[in-house]
Structure formats: C-alpha cells, structure tokens
T-cell receptor, first 114, second 108 residues
Framework: DAGVIQSPRHEVTEMGQEVTLRCKPI?????LFWYRQTMMRGLELLIY????????DSGMPEDRFSAKMPNASFSTLKIQPSEPRDSAVYFC????????????FGPGTRLTVL | KNEVEQSPQNLTAQEGEFITINCSYS?????LHWLQQHPGGGIVSLFM???GKKKHGRLIATINIQEKHSSLHITASHPRDSAVYIC??????????FGKGTRLHILP
C-alpha cells in the first residue's frame, strides 16, 4: 500500500481565497483524522471520521473550516475564506480502528496564506 | 491546564548515549502513542501501548498507567535519531491530545 496520500504538498494562497486539501487514507482503515500543526499550538485534532461519518468536529476552529468524506477512499478539508492565521501544516492520518490504534500519517500539506 | 507534559523540551546528546524522554498526563486513557517527526516534517508512529513495555530495535517505550507516566528510551543513540518525539494520549471518550514534543539532537 502507498500509505496515506495528501495533496497538494504545498499550497500558497492569498487571504480570502478558498483552499481545499485532499486525503486518501490507507485502504481498509475505518478511521480518518485531520490534524493541524503550528509552532505555537503544536499538533491539534481538527476532526475525525469513522466509516465516512464525522464523529467529532469540536476541534474545527471556525465555520470557515469544513471537512467531508464522500467515500472510504477520499476526504477533503476546505477553508473558505482563508486567513493568514490558517497558515500551518495539515496532516491527514488513518487507522484501522480509532485513536487507540496505530495511526498512519500522510506527508502533510504546508499551507501558507498571504 | 496542560493535560500532557513532556520533558525535556530540548535534548542534545553525543552519539552512543542512552536517551530518555518522559511523558506525563492527567487524563484517564486506554493507550498512549509515541510519534517521531523527522526534520523534513513527516510523522511516524513508533509505539502504541496500553501497559508494560514495548521494544523495537533500539527504541523502548514503557508506561505506568497508575502513575500516568510513560518514557521513551533510545539505546546507543545515533545522529539519525535526531527528530522531535511527540507523546499523544487519547482520553477515554474524548479526542486525542498531543504533547508539545521533545526536540532531540544527537551529535556525531
């Protein structure tokens, strides 16, 4: 298996633009997690899905953030409109059975909002 | 209130030294993760443990659930071990919490 795939790897955009980050989890994994990492706050869980259903989105910072998982092999994290404080590395991870199981991280998307 | 505390924050050591990184947490958990983040940014899961000890190569992780404490040890450290090591705890019925990480630098 190729592991968790994220795209794009780098994104530079201007404030106010819509940003869409993509993730393909490992086949057969029932859980998908979106994380954000910044220097100030470290790693934070934004949202996670179980069998394509959002379970906990309490980490999503604002209504500008939304996440979807239309099928077992694809998820998106969208920011609209983007702001400079959204600049961070966004990681997607998947696991066979939840946060008490080993998680496999994607390479991350480095987002810069100017 | 910091629910996951790691120490030290930064550690520089000579190649070959025995390394210990500590993680203390205040919430009830069923398991604890140790992650390694490479200088390039990639994150790898090293261990997931709920009791006792696990060993993988030169890495050893221990956990004491009663004392709410875990340690990550590296024997015969090598410059390629230089990375940030992150402790993560998924509380029972709550979302996962990460420590701030320990930045390890092994000098040749």
């Amino acid at each position: 298996d190729a592991g968790v795939i994220q795209s794009p790897r780098h994104e530079v955009t201007e404030m106010g633009q819509e940003v869409t980050l993509r993730c393909k989890p490992i086949s057969g994994h029932d859980y998908l997690f979106w994380y954000r990492q910044t220097m100030m706050r470290g790693l934070e869980l934004l949202i996670y899905f179980n069998n394509n259903v959002p379970i906990d989105d309490s980490g999503m910072p604002e209504d500008r953030f939304s996440a979807k998982m239309p099928n077992a092999s694809f998820s998106t994290l969208k920011i609209q409109p983007s702001e400079p404080r959204d600049s961070a590395v966004y990681f997607c991870a998947s696991s066979p059975s939840g946060s008490s199981d080993t998680q496999y991280f994607g390479p991350g998307t480095r987002l810069t909002v100017l | 209130k910091n629910e996951v505390e790691q120490s030290p924050q930064n550690l520089t050591a000579q190649e070959g030294e025995f390394i210990t990184i500590n993680c203390s947490y205040s919430v009830g958990i069923s398991a604890l993760h140790w992650l390694q983040q490479h200088p390039g940014g990639g994150i790898v899961s090293l261990f997931m443990l709920s009791s006792g000890k696990k060993k993988h190569g030169r890495l050893i992780a221990t956990i004491n659930i009663q004392e709410k404490h875990s340690s990550l040890h590296i024997t015969a450290s090598h410059p390629r071990d230089s990375a940030v090591y992150i402790c993560a705890v998924p509380p029972v019925d709550d979302k996962i919490i990460f420590g701030k990480g320990t930045r390890l630098h092994i000098l040749p």
